[in-house]
């Protein structure tokens, strides 16, 4: 089997909000904005897409989930909406921090209901203020 890249979340990062814990876990809610591109979809992230994460009191266990939904055009130049729920952890390394999320994508689009069913996985990076966050599905 193959991964085969389903679409690209440019994400812009807006407010941050922290709750911090020095004797349990910490909580952290970033809201963001941005836009979709791939040869499935393209379109804009809608308001209210938020990215909760909660880091261990060691700070070695970071584990998120973010929820989000985009709109725009599917492959066939069809109107649509998907709502995303992105679930998994990231690993801190010396390009940034590493996320690895296995995401759930329901939509409206006939064409693109094959995604319902699929195992997706993705993978982003996270810079300063921008994280691209790339869906893979297997073939």
């Known amino acids: 089997m193959n991964l085969e890249e389903v679409l690209t979340v440019h994400v812009r990062l807006n407010k941050t909000m922290e709750l911090d814990n020095k004797i349990g876990d910490s909580v ?19 308001d209210g897409g938020v990215d909760t994460q909660v880091i261990s ?3 070695n266990v970071h584990t998120l989930s973010a929820r989000y939904m985009i709109e725009g055009t599917d492959f066939t130049g069809s109107p649509c909406k998907m709502f995303i729920e ?13 996320f690895r999320t296995y995401p759930k994508i329901i939509t409206n689009s006939e064409a693109l209901a094959f ?5 997706l996985v993705a993978e982003a990076i ?12 297997w073939v």
Do not use: C, P
């Not at 952290?28 to 941005?34: D, N, R, Y």
């Open 28 to 46: 952290v809610m970033i809201t963001f904005s941005g836009n979709v591109t791939g040869e499935y979809f393209e379109g804009e992230v809608l």
């Open 57 to 59: 009191k060691s700070g």
């Open 86 to 98: 992105n679930n998994g952890t990231a690993t801190s390394n010396k390009e940034g921090i590493l």
């Open 115 to 119: 995604l319902h069913d699929d195992i």
């Open 126 to 137: 996270h810079r300063e203020t921008t994280i691209d966050i790339k869906i893979f599905r």
